[in-house]
């Protein structure tokens, strides 16, 4: 099987520094005692496929999240489980996604915390800068720590047959990896999704990267040219702005974070600039030239062409599932290119045998809303269950500095969808702990359907958002109105108590006129 080796073709190719080698082995770049123990857990070279049994209860293709989540379940349950990976247990997660990225991040907060040290009463001698390397060679040995909980040798202890090649279909009920066949009764294709690789013209032969290679850095980028401005832009431009790059981060729209609620993505804007990142907003780079000193983006903006000079382009500019290559067609799967597999409520895909989870089939694409599917396809494929997608309640939240989290509806999209809605809103400057943390930059939106307490969405901005959206989340999958939340009480003094505000302006709107009158008529009569 050729494959692809991991060497750039020629100097400003297109660097795919996590790949496979000559020999078919997965490399991950630099080649150091973490990633050699990274993949030793993940793809290790010496692996010997197991024998099939003849049939099994399940088969799994990709082992990411969901497919991970998925194996260790059903084995768990008594299943005979098949585990097919071609690359690396762990899928993006571990590998390229949120554990590197993460990594990165902590050690960025720290240059966030000394920026703002001096207002804190530090006075430094010298100046403190990240040592890049430092930075990234402790991302490579925790995720290789963390690669443990993920290796083929952990998955056959689960009792899980584990395969080791790219899988593909033959038969509505057999999948094929490296020359075996796998029968199967039910099969969940969790193979993931892939960064998108713009259509730049010149972007391929000056080379770039996306987040498959840009945790192989061991130099910092002087001058990082950023594309996209969603979740992975975003969090990777302000990571590398703190750790010293000079970042332009280029948006097709008017605003960061599209999809979030319009004050947070403003919060963010006003952030990035404060911090230096250059936001070239309602722009996009039609062309892309080497230069001497480094690669060219010529820019399409409203006020005509630009050109702006970096040393390193990362894309992010979006996530394409991974359907290709697996002969879906002549199993009956239906899928589309962009929008992935398609799947019923229960995760069923167009052949009843056949289950989807994961980056592949859902629109948010995320490591929790992966696990839950899996564990949504593990009752509906192995038992009678009629577990629904629809019923889950999953927040999601971007890693910025402030972190910008979110479950159910934003404002914008409830009335969009015509729910009519009530906002109570808390912004961190009237509380007490984000006053003394100096963390005002934030707020506590909660939506409530009008006339009711009931949660249909909220929104948090504040440096660890993603911990406090949790208990939200907990209301609304329990059915709790923001009025008994009003009732939760917090250690005094934290920024959750923010949400219990949020509470207390709900249950002042049920004073209404006529119970004020009561109750000063009940005070009357008391007295
Ligand atoms: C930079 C970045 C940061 C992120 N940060 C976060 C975060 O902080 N929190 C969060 O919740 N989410 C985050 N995500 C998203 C998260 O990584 C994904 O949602 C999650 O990994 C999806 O899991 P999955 O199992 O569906 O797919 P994947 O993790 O992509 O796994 C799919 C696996 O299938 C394998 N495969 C594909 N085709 C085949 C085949 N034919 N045969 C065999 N194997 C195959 C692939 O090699 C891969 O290992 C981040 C993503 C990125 C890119």
């Not at 194996?71 to 247990?89: D, F, M």
């Not at 498959?212 to 969603?230: H, K, Y």
Request: hydrophobic share 40%; glycine share 10%; proline share 5%.
């Amino acid at each position: 099987m050729r494959r692809r080796i991991s060497r750039p073709a020629k100097p400003g190719a297109c660097r795919l520094y996590l790949s496979f080698n000559r020999k078919g082995d997965p490399v991950v770049l630099p080649l150091d005692a973490h990633n050699r123990e990274l993949i030793d857990n993940v793809h290790p070279a010496d692996w010997v496929n197991p024998q099939p049994a003849s049939r099994y209860n399940l088969v799994v293709i990709g082992a990411g999240t969901a497919g991970l989540v998925t194996a260790a379940g059903a084995a768990g349950l008594g299943a005979r489980v098949a585990l097919v990976e071609r690359h690396l247990l762990g899928g993006d997660c571990l590998n390229y996604g949120c554990v590197p990225s993460k990594c990165v991040i902590r050690s960025s907060r720290v240059a966030g915390e000394l920026q703002k040290a001096a207002k804190l009463g530090f006075v430094f001698p010298g100046e403190a800068r990240a040592e890049f390397s430092t930075v990234m060679e402790r991302m490579r040995r925790l995720r290789a720590r963390i690669s443990h909980h993920d290796s083929a040798e952990r998955f056959r202890s689960l009792g899980v047959d584990v395969f080791l090649g790219e899988a593909r279909f033959t038969m509505p009920d057999t999948v094929q990896v490296g020359g075996k066949a796998l029968r199967f009764k039910r099969a969940v294709v969790a193979t993931g999704a892939r960064a998108v690789h713009p259509p730049i013209p010149g972007i391929a032969e000056a080379g770039y990267h996306t987040n498959e290679t840009i945790f192989s850095l061991t130099e910092l980028p002087a001058r990082l040219g950023v594309i996209g401005g969603g979740p992975v832009g975003c969090e990777l431009a302000q990571a590398f702005r703190r750790l010293g790059s000079e970042v332009v981060l280029f948006q097709g729209a008017s605003r960061l974070l599209n999809r979030e609620d319009s004050d947070a993505a403003e919060i963010l804007r006003q952030t990035f600039l404060r911090e230096g990142i250059r936001l070239a907003l309602n722009s996009r780079p039609v062309r892309v030239e080497r230069s001497a000193a480094g690669k060219t983006l010529i820019l399409s903006t409203p006020s005509g062409e630009e050109r702006i000079e970096v040393d390193e382009i990362l894309v992010g500019a979006g996530r394409a599932p991974n359907v290709a290559g697996m002969n879906l067609e002549g199993v009956g799967v239906a899928y589309d290119a962009r929008k992935g597999i398609q799947v019923d409520d229960s995760l069923r895909t167009t052949n009843p045998r056949i289950f989807a989870a994961g980056d592949v089939c859902l629109e948010d694409k995320h490591t929790h809303g992966a696990d839950a599917a899996a564990r949504i396809v593990i009752q509906n494929a192995l038992f009678l269950g009629r577990k629904k997608l629809s019923s889950l309640v999953i927040p999601r939240c971007t890693y910025t500095d402030p972190e910008i989290a979110q479950v159910g509806m934003s404002g914008e999209q409830a009335r969009e969808s015509g729910v009519d809605v009530t906002t109570f809103l808390r912004p961190f400057s009237e509380v007490d702990r984000a006053i003394v943390d100096g963390e005002e930059d934030g707020f506590v939106k909660v939506h409530v359907r009008s006339g009711s307490d009931k949660i249909v969405g909220a929104t948090i901005v504040a440096p660890h958002a993603g911990e406090m959206i949790g208990e939200i989340t907990l209301a609304m999958v329990g059915g709790l109105g923001l009025g008994t939340l009003s009732g939760v009480i917090h250690p005094y003094p934290t920024q959750s108590e923010a949400i219990k505000q949020a509470g207390d302006a709900y249950q002042r709107t049920r004073l209404t006129p006529f119970v004020k009158n009561l109750l000063s008529r009940w005070m009357e009569w008391t007295r």
